[in-house]
């Protein structure tokens, strides 16, 4: 399966506190995308970074890639209850595949108040 | 001013049935695509069209069809449904970086 994988599948945390997401793929990309869903919601993206950057930061955000592990990170800083959401990494592959999006498992972060 | 819309938002059907699931998008975008996110959230790609054609199809059973009549639409045509059709489909649109998704129809087969 080209699914990648994300971990934890889930994680609980405090208001304030920092969360920590990774994604691990199997491909040559040409960028990694984070995106969040609220419950019974779409997907809304977040942040992208592309294979040749190793660190973004947008807002409380921020995104590292290690294309040489075939993984990255999403760090929440300073959380807050309206955080809760699953959050999904996603790559689009190096080769020409038409931008389709590959998928990591998720993870489903709850930020109590 | 909503940039991708699908429709219906909850679909309710017996197995058997044929339904479609219509998606559109305001953003003058050339390439949609179609994902379906089972009840793990696992997130899948089923087809993409670019400018009308289908460029993925991701060996999806042939009983879904895709069709796009102009590059702003793309719908979903799904014949005899089986009880594992039950899912959340997601329409979404390419930018020049980034994907924009519609809200999801939750289709459940009875």
């Known amino acids: 399966s080209q699914q990648g994988e994300e971990d934890p599948q889930a994680l609980s945390i405090q208001e304030g506190e920092n969360a920590t997401m990774n994604c691990s793929y199997k491909t040559s990309i040409n960028n990694l995308q984070w995106y969040r869903q609220n419950s019974g919601r779409g997907l809304v993206h977040l942040i992208l970074i592309r294979s040749n950057e190793r660190e973004k930061h947008s807002g409380r955000l921020r995104v590292t890639l290690d294309t040489s592990k075939k993984s990255s990170s999403l760090l929440i800083t300073a959380s807050r209850a309206a955080d809760t959401a699953s959050y999904f990494c996603a790559t689009e592959a190096s080769y020409n595949q038409g931008g389709k999006l590959i998928f990591g498992q998720g993870t489903e972060l709850s930020v109590k108040p | 001013d909503t940039a991708v819309s699908q429709t219906p938002k909850y679909l309710v059907t017996q197995m058997g049935n044929d339904k479609s699931i219509k998606c559109e998008q305001n953003l003058g975008h050339d390439t949609m695509y179609w994902y379906k996110q089972d009840s793990k959230k696992f997130l899948k790609i089923m087809f993409s069209y670019n400018n009308k054609e289908l460029i993925i199809n991701e060996t999806v059973p042939n009983r879904f069809s895709p069709k796009s009549p102009d590059k702003a639409h793309l719908n979903l045509h799904i014949n005899s449904l089986e009880l594992g059709d039950s899912a959340v489909y997601f329409c979404?649109?390419?930018?020049?970086?980034?994907?924009?998704f519609g809200p999801g129809t939750r289709l459940t087969v009875l």
């Open positions: 979404a649109s390419r930018g020049p970086d980034t994907q924009y």
